[in-house]
């Protein structure tokens, strides 16, 4: 007779043995086989990946559809990556290369795996957030009029440690999550009750459980699995069920360790009753005594199918599932096993386990009956149907810069005047530009965009105050045409929407540009999410201000300080801090058309890579006023101001010194200059709108002239190469001096660099400027002293 078909669950039980197997040789061989040239530890998660083995499994191979996205926790990345390899979306070479150069990723990458990754992992609860903000820019998208909503929603699913749910960002997320009414948002807890440095504390489970009810969310407990729920059917069944009610934490992680000998030992000497409960016990052998108590609802593929499939609305729902941390190996439940690897015996003893041959420790389907049935089963995966998930969506066209005039204005100002004259259009662009900022939406200047473009919810609001005829200069409703998200006041939370809405085009195929705002010194709450968004790749523009000590009542609090120099370290941001309302208008309109692009390039060699390739953009502004320069707008100054800079007041071959500046200390270097040049001294002003990318340039010409390319030459080398080499040069800026100190070093001028260095205080912006010596009067004493230093 032919063998019958391999059963759903049977399947998804057999590719969770290979998953764990592949993720435990994986990184074995990474640490123990592969050469390690330069002795440094190579590491691997062991045990995290293996508590999620039958989670991951069930989800991946019983569950998931194309449409949906996950996050996975970031210790159970060799899992994932066994999991894409027996889908056939990872190579085996990758899997070899775990952890090695242009191997699979330690944590799972969007930009650095060729596997199918939704979202990059790796500091920790920022990946379980995402997928919040992810679900609130779904509902976004299908809100508009011109989305397609032909194509299904989708479910955006984090899968969690528990120790993960001790990073603040989650519950800021909750909080936003509420107000927004999320929807389709699954996370999956990984409650294996370990943490890197022990074992967790009793009670958190109903803290968890309380806190996600708290907010709206639907939770679902996965405790025992089908096993346990057998056997607590049976005589004496209930004294058992409420022994593992009641177990601590460590003594079922260290009974767990010890095995099944342990088991019968502790449960014999303390539900033992010569009666229906020893029964119980005496009818299974020690192996399948340690089975049972190992079968918890985490790596029971049948509960977990049941429950999955069981949640079936929209609601966000959290599934706690208990497991065991290192579950099927030698290491499971062992205190020390976070970071530990098995040892070489261990990993025999788990390999004469899976039947593994030596020499076929890569093969998908070794040690596993009926092949040709599993992959015909892995061939019909929903999941796996789709070729590539990542989706695309057509750039927008530009409607070129909108100057906004003369006269003095900030550059904050300014910004909010070319939003309103944008949104007034009817262009793609406008209806496709999506604000964003943490309760400071009036004070950032947004006001006149949301005015006209209203705020986003996915249900009509009204007004009450303009409904009460109450004069406000805010007319803001909500409603779904709305382009304006509201959020709290949480820094992470503003950069994990810009992450989530900068990967519109490829999560869900429509194009959005997200818009973000906030003070200029709170970057650095944010900073961890800011990394995160960029290293996914994602597409948005931040807008820091105000900035530095020109804001000058606000005291230290308030003033940034090291701001542009996040701007500058940041990969995959482009950093602007123009001076003036043409200048910023130039920038805008390039950094709609720089957030869409894509392309090749090579980081070494090219002059700005980001110029193919694309990125997202921070403009550090200000609320300070200064006189406008009355201009035309010629191609080759909007060029230099996108390239980093400009002579403001060219050299000359008697130049006796240089004056850079960056931002709103135009007026004090234009001073200042008037000033030196009354001593009869050639003076010369550099306007830089963008140290980072003045900076990175010179960088990449360096580099290309490393790999024998003489003839590139950076922009800054061709500004400065007209600047006789006795001159003298002093660089100034409303932040860290470092942001500009480096242009000496350029072409070798001497170099006094100014700017901010310590905390500021309360005071005018005069009395600031004059403490900190950046105020003209300063300027021009640096001047001086370089031509004594002649």
Not at 247 to 255: E, F, M
Not at 432 to 457: E, H, K, M, Q, Y
Not at 639 to 647: A, H, L
Request: glycine share 10%; proline share 4%.
């Amino acid at each position: 007779m032919p063998e019958a078909k391999m059963g759903r669950v049977e399947a998804i039980e057999a590719l969770t043995r290979k998953a764990l197997w592949l993720a435990s040789w994986m990184v074995h061989h990474a640490n123990h086989i592969r050469p390690n040239v330069d002795g440094v530890k190579v590491g691997g998660h062991q045990a995290s990946s293996a508590s999620m083995a039958a989670i991951m499994a069930t989800l991946y191979f019983g569950v998931l559809r194309p449409e949906d996205r996950v996050a996975i926790k970031p210790h159970a990345a060799p899992t994932f990556h066994a999991i894409q390899y027996l889908m056939g979306r990872q190579s085996r070479q990758k899997l070899i290369d775990f952890r090695a150069f242009g191997g699979a990723q330690s944590y799972p990458s969007r930009t650095k795996d060729t596997g199918d990754v939704d979202f990059s992992t790796g500091s920790v609860g920022l990946g379980v957030a995402f997928t919040a903000f992810a679900s609130m820019v779904q509902d976004y998208v299908r809100a508009k009029p011109w989305a397609d909503t032909t194509r299904p929603e989708g479910r955006m699913i984090a899968l969690a440690g528990d120790a993960e749910l001790d990073e603040g960002n989650i519950y800021e997320c909750l909080l936003e999550g509420w107000k927004h009414g999320l929807r389709n948002c699954w996370w999956v807890i990984d409650y294996n009750r370990q943490s890197l440095d022990g074992v967790v504390r009793e009670g958190l489970y109903d803290r968890i459980e309380g806190i996600f009810r708290a907010f709206g969310w639907r939770v679902v407990t996965l405790k025992y699995g089908a096993l346990q729920r057998a056997a607590f059917a049976e005589p004496g069944g209930d004294r058992l069920k409420a022994w593992i009610d009641r177990a601590p934490n460590d003594l079922y992680s260290a009974l767990m360790f010890r095995g099944g000998a342990a088991w019968r030992e502790r449960l014999t000497g303390e539900i033992g009753d010569q009666g229906p409960v020893s029964a119980l016990l005496d009818r299974r052998s020690d192996d399948e005594l340690a089975t049972l108590m190992g079968n918890l609802g985490g790596h029971c593929v049948e509960s977990l199918l049941e429950q999955f499939e069981a949640a079936g609305s929209d609601e966000p729902t959290v599934f706690i599932a208990y497991t065991v941390k290192g579950w099927g190996t030698p290491l499971a439940g062992h205190k020390d096993n976070h970071a530990g690897q098995m040892t070489a015996a261990q990993i025999e003893q788990l390999r004469a386990a899976h039947g593994i041959r030596e020499g076929h420790e890569w093969e998908p389907f070794e040690g596993l009956d009926q092949a040709q049935d599993l992959q015909a089963f892995l061939n019909a995966v929903p999941f796996n149907k789709q070729a590539s998930r990542r989706l695309s969506s057509p750039a927008v066209r530009g409607i070129g810069p909108q100057f906004v005039g003369t006269g003095a204005t900030s550059t904050q100002a300014a910004f909010g005047r070319i939003l309103d004259a944008i949104a007034k259009t009817d262009s793609a662009l406008a209806e496709r530009i999506v604000t964003t900022s943490p309760d400071v939406t009036v004070s950032t200047n947004l006001g006149a965009w949301v005015n006209r473009r209203n705020l986003f919810a996915r249900r009509e609001m009204v007004d009450l105050f303009q409904k009460e005829a109450i004069p406000s200069t805010q007319k803001w409703r909500f409603t779904p045409e709305g382009q304006h998200i509201e959020l709290g006041i949480a820094e992470m939370n503003l950069f994990l929407m810009l992450g989530a809405t900068g990967l519109s085009h490829s999560l869900f195929g429509e194009r959005l540009l997200p818009i973000g705002t906030l003070y200029d010194p709170f970057i650095a709450r944010g900073l961890d999410a800011l990394n995160y968004a960029c290293y996914q790749d994602a597409r948005f523009m931040v807008v820091g201000t105000p900035s530095g000590v020109s804001l000058a009542g606000e005291g230290g609090a308030h003033q940034s300080i090291g701001s542009p120099l996040i701007g500058m370290s940041q990969d995959g941001l482009a950093s602007f801090e123009p001076a003036f309302a043409d200048e910023l208008a130039i920038i805008i309109d390039w950094a709609f058309d720089y957030m869409q692009r894509s392309g090749d390039a090579r980081p070494d060699l090219a002059d700005w890579p980001r110029d193919v390739t694309g990125g997202s953009v921070y403009l550090r502004l200000s609320t300070r006023s200064i006189e406008q320069i009355p201009r035309e707008m010629s191609t080759p100054l909007a060029d230099d101001i996108i390239r980093g800079g400009y002579w403001l007041k060219p050299p000359t071959p008697q130049c006796d010194v240089v004056i850079a500046y960056q931002g709103v200390l135009a007026s004090e270097a234009i001073e200042a200059a008037a000033r030196i040049g009354g001593d009869h001294r050639a003076v010369a002003v550099l306007a830089v709108t963008s140290a980072d990318r003045l900076n990175a340039g010179w960088e990449a010409t360096q580099r290309a002239r490393l790999h024998g390319d003489d003839t590139q030459q950076s922009h800054i080398e061709r500004l400065l190469s007209g600047v006789p080499r006795h001159a003298g040069m002093i660089t100034v800026i409303d932040g860290h001096p470092a942001t500009l100190g480096w242009l000496g070093g350029v072409m070798g001028h001497r170099t006094l660099p100014l700017g901010v260095e310590h905390f500021g205080q309360t005071g005018t912006v005069t009395d600031l400027y004059r403490h900190f010596g950046i105020d003209a009067a300063a300027i021009a004493r640096a001047c001086r002293s370089l031509f004594g230093a002649r």
